[in-house]
């Protein structure tokens, strides 16, 4: 996988912080069954970074990512979006918050069947209440490299033209975060780095700020740090990542 | 079958069972009905054969007059002489013969009201010998002198009278009677629903038939060890003309057969086409049902393929499916018949059509045949799904779930288009021929037709609608209609059950506006004049009043014409026929049907059957036995509450001396003070057991009134098939929000709210019920034409009426239907977690 990475690393260096956690804890369950999905993590996310979130299965870090997304809460400490704190936002809110400020890009079934491309990309605008302009739909489809397929349904696009469409819809709303939850875990490797590059571009670009979580070094490798997390806990953050260092500090934290 | 399919296929239903909830709905809502229909038909046989059998039980042979001028419940005959009497009495093996005067009378209450009752107001002879006489005397005794009564136990009770009690009754003329005795009818309080008056013979011969010199019958008891073929043939030795003898078991026999033949007959088969209509909604309901949850199975059966299952294996575990469903389905269906038949016996007494039941007979037979159906209706509606299913290929299990692909097939939308097309065009040409047959028949093509096009027309009407709907719910209702034209056979089969129901709705109250408006206009233009005196009594209570009233009435200061109008049974040109009978000359002031003196008078529907016109002349056999030949006068279209014969009164009144009326009309002189005319008839009215009195425009919407109740039954008999339909999109829509979970957690996950999940899935129930809605409508209207085309062309003279309030009221119901349908799926896929949509991978 590609070692070079396009330049922009100083989005590191701002002070600003896009979201964060302050002693999040994720218990499921009660008593004896309870499980500890994440334990007092404290992290910042900083604005105009791209961040990767690594660790083994089960170290919490989807649960990590759906506390940030709105998707999920805590059930100790707290969550920022900006200086909102999401444990005060009702469903409404959170749904709204949702729509508006974050975007989201699955690792699969990221799109409705039924609509186009076009569609799929101003759908939480539309849902929002909010009419896009076509030209911006237009540049945002053309910077993705979907020129023409606008009008395709998801069926008649490949794998990685799928997921290319849903970084559009998460760059469209111009979102304060976006979440990217295994974003190339179904793609083969060309396509994963069509989809890496684009996140990439979205924070050196359009300075977004994406949070990703991935098994894959060499997905991390396109991010400006990474944050490991075992059994709950951050296990360990990373500046200027590469695929082989990554591998090395995965290889630390397998039991 | 071997023990691998049933064992997988019992455990999956299982597994599935929150999935197959609605099928079972289905299955157990239609025979539930039938079931009902089955128990309410099975009472109504039980109440007729239990009467019959307790008023024949001790009678071993009937004397009776040997004509027959109608049959059934109505049998009506003529008297006899009571000369008779004694030659029966004399013929051997006759151990007693005893005479009955029969008639109508009403009972007045010890409050001065009349005793009204679900059935005919019976009155008879009270017979001293016990095995003769099915009453029983339980306070009190038998009547002694011609005033002297004895009454069932239910009037009784109603009139709050007991023995020692002196009351009128109407025996069509005011008695003023002493209440000797009270009686019981089998152990029952009465005889199902009529009441009875029993008068002394020479009170009966003296009130109900105004001869003392006639009787209506002679009921024999043999000597013990005499056959009833011999008694009858030794009576029948010593009778003269036109009487005849017959024995009491045949003739028990007789008149169960004729009513079983005659109203029962057609009762059942009134009820069976409902039930029939329930069954056909509630099959497209579980054909739906069953394709959408074997669709999402199709992954499960491919895998059972890739581990060796035979595809006829896999055929007989779905076939085996629908058949354990449909009997689990049937036999809740049947426990709940019970309740049911209850039910819409409650339901016909409150639309005005009593039956006189009590409790509910339920068979074993009838218990089999319900479950049977259900069983075979459920296989059946399966069966092209299960066929289907089992083809899926083994590869499914390894790739992508097929979709359904039924939208696909070029070749339907042509079938179904030639289908619809050929059949309406046969609609349009049977209602212009005025053939029932084809007009009948064509319409269930275009229906077929319209079943076969669904598809299409889903996929085109979604389209349409998708043109249409903008505003602020744009999204909403653009996923909506995206999810609809992605399955538009699930839709449009989910539709189609009430596209069936509402089409049938809308095709009854375009018939139903079309009686009324010719009604109106036919009646409103024949009828001129001004006041009408009639019974208005229950359906069946109403068995006609004194002539006493027209005559007195005629006597009224400023009454030009008081035209008393009676109904009455006679042979026409061979046949039992119910006919009008009315002076002709009054009659013409009061209508505009001018016959002349002696002729009769015929309506146009009749006349073109027969080829009859003015001149021709037709045979009359009345009740004494005796045919005249009479001229038709005049031809009339026909109009309740006019049958299609008008026989003179005088020529009428030779053969029957004791007709009574069922309506007086009067028209005022010019320049008459109306409102002193209608204070006198009113008070003359009440001295008959309080007549009603109506003017002109009450008469005529009475009229119409009374035609209409048999379309309001037809209404909840329709509304079952129409909830079946309703919950039948209800599950449709449930089970496909169950297969969305992850792209409603998509939504949501995307900022949809959760009202807007819940509006999605509104919208999209809303246009599945629009479609079935709008195009039954459609349909509905076009059938109902059609039918009254037929008739009118039959010289039936209906008027084509639509009524649009009616209309748009059931547009607007079925609208709101399909929200109810959606609400219960919608605010599923609102409480969806988005989460848990997301990650159920």
Redesign the interface.
């Known amino acids: 996988m590609s070692q070079t990475r396009p330049s922009g690393r100083q989005a590191t260096l701002v002070a600003d912080v896009a979201a964060r956690t302050e002693a999040a804890s994720k218990v499921y369950g009660r008593g004896g069954s309870a499980v500890t999905a994440l334990d007092g993590v404290t992290v910042d996310f900083p604005a105009g970074a791209f961040t990767a979130v690594m660790g083994p299965s089960g170290s919490g870090k989807s649960t990590l990512m ?1 506390c940030l ?1 709105g ?2 809460r805590t059930t100790a400490g707290k969550v920022y979006l900006g200086d909102v704190d999401l444990g005060t936002l009702d ?2 809110r959170l ?2 918050l ?3 400020r974050i975007g ?1 890009v ?1 690792q699969s ?7 186009s491309a076009a ?1 799929n990309i101003s ?2 605008a ?4 909010i009419r896009l302009d076509a030209a911006r739909v237009d540049r945002v489809i053309d910077a993705v490299g979907l020129r023409g397929r606008s009008a395709h349904r998801p069926s008649q696009l490949s794998g990685g033209q799928q997921q290319r469409v849903a970084v559009a ?1 998460a760059l469209v709303t111009d979102p304060d975060l976006i979440v990217a939850d295994e974003p190339t875990g179904n793609l083969d490797s060309r396509a994963s780095g069509d989809v890496l590059g684009l996140l990439r571009s979205a924070v050196t670009d359009f300075g977004r700020t994406v949070v990703m979580v991935t098994h894959d070094p060499g997905a991390a490798g396109y991010a400006d740090r990474v944050v490991f997390l075992a059994d709950g806990r951050i296990a360990d953050v990373m500046t200027e990542p590469t695929a082989d260092r990554v591998l090395d500090a995965m290889k630390g934290l397998t039991r | 079958m071997s023990a691998p399919v049933v064992r997988v296929t019992l455990r999956g239903l299982w597994f599935r069972r929150r999935r197959l909830v609605g099928l079972f709905v289905a299955v157990f809502l239609g025979v539930a009905f039938l079931a009902g229909i089955l128990g309410l038909s099975a009472t109504m046989t039980d109440a007729i054969d239990t009467s019959y059998q307790t008023a024949n039980r001790g009678v071993d042979a009937i004397v009776r007059s040997g004509t027959e001028v109608a049959s059934g419940a109505d049998e009506i005959r003529g008297p006899i002489p009571v000369s008779v009497l004694d030659a029966v009495r004399s013929a051997p093996g006759v151990a007693d013969a005893q005479a009955e005067a029969k008639g109508a009378a009403t009972i007045t209450g010890a409050d001065g009201k009349l005793v009204t009752g679900l059935g005919p107001r019976d009155a008879g002879t009270w017979i001293a010998d016990a095995a003769l006489n099915p009453w029983r005397i339980v306070a009190g005794s038998a009547p002694r002198g011609p005033a002297d009564i004895v009454i069932d136990r239910a009037s009784a009770t109603a009139g709050h009278l007991t023995p020692g009690s002196t009351t009128t009754v109407y025996a069509p003329d005011p008695v003023r009677v002493t209440v000797t005795g009270i009686a019981t009818y089998g152990g029952q309080d009465a005889n199902g629903g009529s009441s009875y008056v029993a008068f002394t013979l020479a009170g009966a011969q003296r009130y109900l038939l105004g001869d003392s010199g006639a009787v209506s019958d002679i009921v024999v008891r043999a000597d013990t060890g005499v056959a009833e073929d011999s008694l009858v043939a030794a009576i029948g030795a010593a009778l003269p003309d036109g009487v005849e003898a017959v024995g009491g078991r045949q003739a028990t026999r007789d008149q169960i057969a004729t009513v079983d033949d005659g109203f029962l007959k057609f009762f059942k088969a009134f009820l069976d086409i409902f039930a029939g209509i329930a069954l056909l909604v509630a099959a497209l309901s579980i054909h739906n049902t069953f394709s959408v949850v074997a669709a999402g199975r199709a992954r499960e059966l491919a895998l059972l393929r890739v581990l060796g299952a035979r595809r006829s294996q896999a055929l007989r575990g779905l076939v085996l499916e629908a058949a354990v469903l449909g009997l689990v389905g049937s036999v809740a269906g049947v426990a709940a018949g019970y309740g049911m038949a209850a039910g819409l016996k409650g339901a016909f007494a409150g639309l005005g059509l009593p039956l006189p039941l009590h409790g509910v007979v339920f068979t074993v037979a009838d218990a089999l045949i319900a479950v049977g159906v259900g069983v075979v209706v459920t296989v059946v509606a399966t069966l092209s799904t299960a066929v289907r299913a089992s083809r899926t290929p083994p590869l499914a299990a390894l790739t992508a779930v097929a979709v359904d692909t039924s939208a696909a097939s070029r070749a339907r939308p042509v079938a179904g288009l030639a289908v619809t097309a050929a059949g309406a065009a046969g609609t349009a040409f049977g209602a212009a021929g005025s053939s029932d047959v084809v007009t009948g028949v064509a319409a269930v093509a275009t229906l077929v037709g319209l079943i076969i096009l669904g598809p299409a027309t889903c996929a085109w009407a979604a389209r349409a609608a998708g043109r249409f709907l903008g505003g602020a719910n744009r999204v909403n209702a653009r996923i909506a209609q995206r999810n609809v034209l992605r399955s538009p056979a699930r839709v449009a089969s989910a539709g189609a059950a009430l596209m069936v129901g509402v089409a049938l709705v809308a095709m009854f109250a375009v018939i139903g506006a079309s009686i009324s408006a010719s009604t109106t206009g036919t009646l409103g233009a024949m009828f001129t004049g001004d006041l009408v005196v009639s019974g208005g009594g229950s359906a069946y209570g109403n068995s006609g009043f004194s002539p006493q009233v027209a005559t007195r009435v005629a006597a009224v200061p400023g009454v030009g014409t008081a035209a008393g109008v009676g109904t009455g049974q006679a042979r026409i040109a061979g046949t039992a026929q119910t006919v009008t009978v009315a002076d002709p000359v009054a009659l013409a002031r009061a209508f505009t049907i001018a016959a002349g003196a002696g002729r009769l008078a015929v309506s146009r529907t009749v006349a073109e059957e027969h080829g009859w016109h003015t001149g021709s002349r037709v045979d009359v056999t009345f009740v004494d036995g005796r045919t005249e030949t009479l001229p038709i006068g005049a031809l009339y279209r026909p109009t309740a509450p006019l049958s299609d014969y008008i026989v003179p009164a005088d020529v009428w009144s030779a053969h029957n001396p004791r007709q009574l009326v069922s309506a007086v009309y009067v028209v005022t002189t010019p320049g008459a003070d109306t409102g002193a005319v209608r204070a006198a008839v009113t008070s003359i009215a009440g001295e008959y057991g309080g007549l009603a009195v109506a003017g002109r425009a009450k008469f005529v919407d009475d009229t119409v009134a009374g035609a209409s109740t048999l379309l309001n039954v037809v209404y909840v008999m329709l509304a079952l098939a129409v909830v079946i339909a309703i919950l039948g999109i209800a599950n449709t829509l449930a089970l496909a929000v169950a297969e969305r979970y992850r792209e409603i957690g998509l939504l949501r996950a995307v900022g949809a709210g959760r009202a807007q999940v819940r509006r999605i899935i509104q919208w999209e129930a809303l246009l599945t019920a629009a479609l079935g809605t709008v195009s039954g409508t459609v349909l509905g209207v076009f059938f109902g034409w059609a039918l009254s085309s037929t008739t009118s062309n039959s010289g039936g003279g209906e008027v084509f009426a639509v009524p649009w309030v009616r209309i748009a009221l059931i547009v607007l119901i079925g609208a709101l239907a399909g929200l109810v349908a959606g609400s219960r799926p919608a605010r599923r896929a609102a409480r969806l977690d988005p989460l848990v949509a997301i990650a159920s991978e």
Do not use: K, V
Not at chain 1, 109 to 115: E, G, H, I, K, M
């Open positions: 759906h997304a998707l999920d469903e409404r749904t709204a949702r729509r508006t989201f699955f079934f990221n799109l409705l069947p039924t609509l569609e759908l939480p539309e849902l929002a209440g819809r």
